[in-house]
């Protein structure tokens, strides 16, 4: 077989703008020719202190002051000067356009690869990938973050620096029950934002004040039929806080509802780990392998690459010292590889699991595995008894009750079933958090606020929980009640504070 | 489409807002650490930053979880013996259940505590929070090279390269205004008389206007465009840079009762100090006077670790310290401190003397002089003398005792604390 005459893009391994243009320009063509639909690219060199800071700010280009990004810069900086950790070679923000970081220590492979992977990559992945098509608005969150930085450090000017914290720790210890996970929301604006927020602080207010009127209702009627409110269990907590809380400041009430957004905006990523990150390093794999067949690059180039490339996906078994769980990357990269083999090279196994699928086209199945799923239905939809083999996946029940582990099954014809639905659920993330809902805010008694947990699989809640009802307590001003049911029944109740004659 | 941008040179320190809420969040626990960092390390390296340990129930930001118990499942990779059904004994040390993270994870149960390290700078704001330098006030104006020249409005006087073109043409403008004035007024009433007789057909009062117009006209241009004294020159002038300076004295009897550990307490005071001087004032220089039955000036070396043995005279060391001020350091150009560090040990005829000494030819002329005796035994003869004169000067005289390595922050800490302004 002839080979192409060599058209390296570069003989040396010292990247200099020119050099990245020409690599972006390169792979964006290839890209466009596998058929990948991205956001414009933004990409910015940095150096790796401004990675720290990008690491600390959990990933916000744009973020408001809390000490708690502080706590995570001295934990990034500290690991990485002490060489407990490296950097991760990019950072890419769901914006549109799209940001990706490079870090200007990286090689000229590291560069490439970087850009094959965050900004082709993960960047289809944003543009392409209901849940984030639907959950975040990449061309408003920039100007969103701005003005949520510019409104909390107004409210630091006016209220001070201690109570804006206060507000703000209560707020995080709740962010992960700041989601509607079944409606749709509005999308955010920053815009909108600034000029409805006024008018929002006064309408709140003036109904909030309708609600907490405290004029003695005529008692006639019996008391039993009274609803309750809310009528119905409400499980996004912090949305029930901004609207119902009876002793927030408007300024507070803002401040809960800009970390509900951001924790609205983050919370396709928290669904689409395995996913997001198994497409990306699909992509980059075959886009550096497409560069080197049209040679582009050169071997030495194709060896640095492949060394990371075999570094990223390494998967340690579990009795493995360095074992930390499944390891998303490798996970995706393996699923999505297999839909590509599956479509090329079925099977009888692939014909029998996945007749949909087996023979057709793989530029045309991959992108759907992609759009229209997140970690949980896409593993439960797509990971094949191949990759389950490979990865030697076996399934461990831990009960209580029992005084052994019990493998439930392993990867064989009986267990393949049972091993998908496991690790499935495994990243559904209303198993892996509690469940728990607001049942009652007693509006005409006492104003204590009921929350229900409903245990999943017998699991209590952890030790942390009477911390953050004290969060919540001090958002809600008064009583806070969580009780723990099983079956119908309430296993484990607390209440905060615990002497509650002391209310508010 | 893409654009590459180069943010290298943007902002640094982007983090350093929230390293800094992090830090004062945390103060109480830093200041403790920093505390015990003075106390245990070695003196060389006093300045070094400082690992900070906060324990991690402190500091964690607590969500909702799931805690230990109950049934959960995981599906972990690497099987090599296992086939379904299979029993597999608990790993040790998760007794309760747990292994929700596979076997790896199950060490480390007990939360470590989070630990940072505090860079160089934070270490010394903090050693030095809350303190302050008594009595700093003292700024010479000294030195040839500490001057800079500052623009003092205009003169009328000067060199050709210091002209101010702009003011020059506006006093130009300024005096031809005044000066024409009067003849323009007279031209514009002999135009309208002109133009007057003009209509009226008055040959004669025409000629004689014309003329007129002709002489005024001459008149206002005989006036000059540019005269000497329109010329305005910048004005520059040399003002000293004020540079503080200090000079700290560091007193120590050598005498054979003075064994290495309490000169070693004696050193982590003068570093102390020496530090916090050094951030007060761009200059800072010491004088190192040790002293048995006589003193002497020395250098650093020598002053800690030279041994030599006699009897104590601690007035030799004071007369030396004022020998030394009169000779180099005029109180009026120098902020003087003084540190003497004691065993208490004095030839008991010698203390009246340096009460007297100290009160008459060197407390009037320092910021501060701080006395610190270290010993486990009880007071002598000098700390009651010295009682004595502290009394006398309140503001410039402290004493405090020290009896271990423990005790010298707080020490340290009591003498320069921040006096609340009554």
């Known amino acids: ?504 | 489409m893409s654009y590459v941008i180069d943010r290298r040179e943007n902002a640094k320190n982007k983090s350093a807002v929230n390293r800094q809420r992090f830090l004062d969040r945390y103060k109480k626990h830093i200041q403790k650490s920093v505390q015990e960092a003075v106390d245990k390390r070695s003196i060389t390296d006093i300045e070094r930053g400082e690992e900070v340990h906060i324990p991690s129930e402190d500091i964690s930001e607590p969500v909702f979880a799931h805690g230990k118990g109950g049934k959960r499942s995981v599906v972990h990779p690497g099987n090599k013996e296992f086939i379904a059904g299979d029993r597999v004994p608990r790993p040790s040390g998760s007794g309760g259940g747990g292994g929700g993270e596979g076997e790896a994870s199950d060490q480390g149960e007990g939360a470590d505590d989070f630990v940072f390290r505090l860079t160089q700078d934070e270490f010394l704001d903090f050693l030095f929070d809350n303190l302050e330098l008594p009595n700093l006030t003292k700024r010479h104006l000294k030195g040839n090279n500490s001057f800079k020249y500052e623009h003092a409005g205009f003169t009328s006087d000067g060199v050709p390269a210091k002209l101010s073109i702009s003011r020059s043409m506006m006093a130009a403008k300024a005096r031809r205004i005044a000066l024409t004035g009067v003849s323009r007024k007279k031209l514009e009433a002999a135009a309208s008389a002109l133009s007057e007789a003009e209509e009226e057909g008055d040959e004669v009062s025409v000629k004689r206007l014309e003329e007129e117009m002709v002489k005024l006209e001459q008149r206002i241009d005989r006036v000059a465009f540019l005269d000497t004294n329109d010329l305005r020159y910048n004005l520059y002038v040399k003002r000293p840079i004020p540079t503080s300076q200090a000079v700290m004295f560091c007193l120590m009897d050598v005498s054979g009762s003075m064994d290495q550990a309490i000169k070693d307490m004696a050193k982590r005071f003068y570093l102390l100090l020496y530090l916090f001087l050094k951030r007060h004032y761009e200059r800072t220089e010491i004088v190192f006077i040790r002293h048995h039955t006589v003193a002497k000036e020395v250098d650093e070396q020598e002053f800690f670790y030279s041994r030599e043995t006699g009897g104590t005279v601690v007035s030799s060391a004071l007369k030396k310290m004022q020998e030394v001020m009169a000779e180099r350091y005029s109180p009026d150009e120098w902020n003087i401190y003084g540190a003497q560090a004691s065993d208490g040990d004095n030839w008991n005829d010698d203390s009246p003397t340096c009460g007297k000494l100290l009160e008459e030819s060197i407390l009037p002329f320092v910021q501060y002089f701080a006395y610190v005796e270290i010993t486990k035994r009880s007071h002598q003869a000098l700390w009651r003398e010295y009682a004595a004169v502290g009394e006398k000067f309140p503001d410039a005289f402290a004493q405090r005792h020290i009896k271990e390595v423990s005790d010298i922050f707080p020490v340290f800490h009591d003498l320069f604390q921040k006096k609340v302004v009554a």
Request: negative net charge; aromatic residues 12%.
């Open chain 1, 1 to 504: 077989m002839r080979r192409r005459k060599s058209r390296f893009i570069a003989e040396s391994n010292d990247w200099t703008f020119d050099l990245i243009e020409k690599y972006d320009r390169v792979i964006g063509e290839l890209a466009a020719d596998y058929g990948l639909d991205t956001y414009p690219n933004q990409i910015e060199i940095i150096r790796s202190d401004q990675m720290m800071d990008a690491y600390s700010s959990i990933g916000m280009p744009v973020g408001y002051n809390h000490w708690s990004f502080g706590k995570h810069f001295v934990e990034v900086q500290q690991n990485y000067q002490k060489g407990y950790m490296g950097l991760a070679y990019e950072i890419v923000i769901n914006s549109d356009p799209c940001i990706a970081y490079l870090m200007e220590e990286n090689t000229l492979t590291m560069q490439a690869l970087v850009i094959a992977h965050a900004c082709y990559g993960h960047n289809s992945f944003f543009k392409g990938n209901y849940l984030f098509r639907s959950w975040t608005d990449a061309s408003a969150i920039i100007d969103y973050l701005v003005f949520a930085k510019g409104y909390i450090s107004e409210c630091e000017a006016r209220h001070g620096l201690k109570a804006v914290e206060e507000t703000l720790d209560s707020c995080h210890a709740l962010m992960n029950y700041g989601v509607d996970r079944y409606k749709r929301p509005y999308p955010i604006s920053a815009e909108e934002e600034k000029r409805r927020q006024a008018e929002r602080a006064e309408y709140v207010q003036r109904n909030l004040n309708d609600l907490w009127r405290t004029l003695p209702k005529t008692r006639t009627d019996e008391p039993s039929d009274t609803p309750t409110f809310p009528d119905e269990p409400q499980e996004n907590l912090l949305y029930f806080i901004e609207k119902n809380a009876p002793l927030l400041e408007p300024w507070q009430r803002e401040i809960v509802r800009i970390v509900r957004k951001i924790a609205q905006y983050f919370y396709p990523q928290r669904q689409t780990q395995v996913m997001n990150e198994g497409w990306a390093t699909f992509w980059h794999y075959t886009l550096m392998n497409r560069l080197y067949d049209e040679r582009y690059v050169n071997d030495a180039f194709m060896m640095e690459f492949l060394t990371s490339h075999t570094g990223v996906l390494f998967q340690p078994g579990f009795d493995h010292p360095r074992y930390q769980g499944i390891n998303p990357y490798a996970l995706g990269f393996a699923m999505y590889s297999d839909i590509k083999r599956i479509c090329e090279n079925p099977t009888d196994e692939d014909r029998e699991w996945f007749p949909d699928i087996a023979g057709g086209d793989w530029l045309e199945v991959l992108p759907i595995a992609m759009r229209d799923f997140k970690d949980e239905s896409f593993i439960l939809q797509f990971l094949s008894p191949k990759v389950m083999r490979d990865l030697r996946l076996f399934g461990i029940v831990d009960d209580d009750q029992e005084s052994e582990f019990e493998v439930a099954a392993i990867h064989d014809s009986g267990g393949y079933k049972c091993v998908r639905e496991l690790l499935a659920s495994q990243y559904n993330t209303s198993d892996c958090e509690p469940n728990i809902q607001i049942v009652k805010a007693d509006v005409d008694g006492d104003r204590s606020l009921t929350l229900r947990h409903q245990q999943h699989a017998r699991r209590p809640l952890g030790d942390t929980t009477e911390h953050v009802m004290k969060h919540l307590h001090r958002l809600w001003g008064f009583p806070v009640y969580m009780e723990s049911v099983w079956n119908d029944e309430v296993v484990s109740s607390k209440v905060c504070p615990e002497s509650s004659d002391q209310a508010a």
